[in-house]
């Protein structure tokens, strides 16, 4: 059971332009929402987070978009850049301190 | 502040082989996650610990997998006997108080022939 989901395995975007990742999930439970951002060879970093009690969170050139009701959250980067080039997770926690659940993962390649 | 630290970043082994792996937390940070990365079952968590216990081993596969946290500082997760389906990339992470974000060590990359 993949409670959490990110349905594209891929995004290719050129550099200027918005990238727009999604995640969905089925875990009413989940009240904490990440994204990580992984280089080859790397571990995954932590990019960004969002409570459940927001709709949205952003820091500098990302944003994270929360629609609880849709069980479904967003990773807005703008503008992109070759360097945003990397493999972008989507991790659901139910409560402080437990488990994170991550979906599969989408590669983002930002043309230059 | 060097971030979570593992070693080896690579071990190949022979299948019935013992493998330890290492992982040394991020100072003051009282959780410390293993997870795997394969290409079959994306990144899962195999256990936690919090304050050195383990609180949740759920994720271990099966009995050949043990992992222990004797300080603060030192983590391993030992597989006996190694096969090859054990082949991954391993993830150690540790996590400040409130434990959700969570900070990746480089990974273990295993291969069992």
């Known amino acids: 059971d993949q409670q959490v989901k990110q349905n594209s395995p891929s995004l290719s975007v050129q550099e200027g332009r918005i990238s727009i990742l999604n995640c969905d999930y089925t875990?009413?439970?989940?009240?904490?929402f990440l994204w990580y951002k992984k280089y080859p060879a790397e571990g995954p970093t932590f990019l960004i987070s969002?409570?459940?009690?927001?709709d949205k969170n952003e820091d500098g050139r990302f944003t994270v978009f929360l629609n609880k009701s849709a069980k479904h959250l967003s990773l807005h980067i703008v503008p992109s850049q070759p360097g945003d080039s990397a493999v972008y997770f989507c991790?659901?926690?139910?409560?402080?301190?437990?488990?994170?659940?991550f979906g599969e993962g989408t590669q983002l390649t930002v043309n230059p | 502040d060097a971030g979570v630290i593992q070693s080896p970043r690579h071990e190949v082994t022979e299948m019935g082989q013992e493998v330890t792996l290492r992982c040394k937390p991020i100072s003051g940070h009282d959780y410390l996650f293993w997870y795997r990365q394969t290409m079959m079952r994306g990144l899962e968590l195999l256990i936690y610990?919090?304050?050195?216990?383990?609180?949740?081993d759920s994720g271990m596969p099966e009995d050949r997998f043990s992992a222990k946290m004797p300080n603060a500082s030192f983590s391993t997760l030992k597989i006996q006997p190694s096969e090859p389906r054990d082949s991954a990339v391993y993830f150690c992470a540790s996590a400040p108080g409130t434990g959700y974000e969570q900070y990746f060590g480089p990974g273990t990359r295993l291969t069992v022939t």
């Open positions: 991790a659901a926690s139910e409560m402080s301190g437990s488990r994170l659940t």
């Open positions: 969002i409570s459940s009690i927001k």
């Open positions: 610990f919090n304050n050195n216990v383990p609180i949740d």
């Open positions: 875990n009413s439970m989940f009240d904490y």
